[in-house]
């Protein structure tokens, strides 16, 4: 790996906010979104969070358990939140949150999480050195502690 200096980043430099309108080829046979869209909503704005972390290409290597808790509409603004929670030596956890928009001024409601690992890469496409990520406030060194122990599970059930 190469011995580039890496500047240590706090989670809210990586924060990415998408907003999304569901359209009819977002959409399955019964109207709710397609559950393939929603994952590519997710994968980019995880892409977009890894990439600002470090800085460069980052490719996805695995993705958590996703269960889709709560339907989205056909007409539905959907908002996708993605940060970096916890950075290794070339892997990075990325978190991302799915919502619906209230309409008419009502709450949003929380639709499904899931957790991302990134691998940020050469042009020869093989893992190089991210930087440290910094935890600043209470719930960052909490999505910290608990990323790492999901890191942990993870590489042992790689094996
Ligand atoms: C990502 C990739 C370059 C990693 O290469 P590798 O030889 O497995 O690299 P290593 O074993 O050195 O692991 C590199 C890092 O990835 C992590 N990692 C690798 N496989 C992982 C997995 N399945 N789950 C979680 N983390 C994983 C390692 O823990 C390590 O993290 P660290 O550097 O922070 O300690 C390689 O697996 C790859 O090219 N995969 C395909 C990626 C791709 O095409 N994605 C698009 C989806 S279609």
Redo the contacts with the bound molecule.
């Keep these: 790996m190469s011995k580039r200096r890496l500047v240590a980043r706090a989670p809210a430099e990586s924060t990415v906010e998408a907003t999304h309108l569901v359209l009819p080829p977002d959409t399955n046979a019964v109207g709710t979104a397609f559950g393939g869209r929603i994952m590519q909503w997710m994968d980019i704005a995880a892409a977009i969070a890894a990439m600002r972390h470090c800085g460069g290409i980052a ?4 993705v958590d358990d996703l269960h889709f808790a709560n339907p989205i509409h056909l007409g539905d603004v959907v908002v996708v939140r993605a940060r970096v929670n916890y ?5 990075m956890e990325v978190g991302v949150r799915v919502e619906r928009e209230g309409r008419s001024g009502t709450a949003s409601t929380h639709c499904l999480s899931a957790y991302f ?1 990134f ?1 940020a ?1 050469n042009a020869r ?3 190089i050195p ?1 930087p440290p990520l910094r935890p600043e406030t209470e719930d960052d060194r909490r999505r910290f502690a608990n990323a790492e122990q999901r ?1 942990k599970r ?2 042992a059930l ?1 094996g």
């Design positions: 490719v996805t290597v695995a950075a290794g030596t070339s892997s690992t691998v890469v496409g093989r893992p991210v890191r993870r590489l790689r």
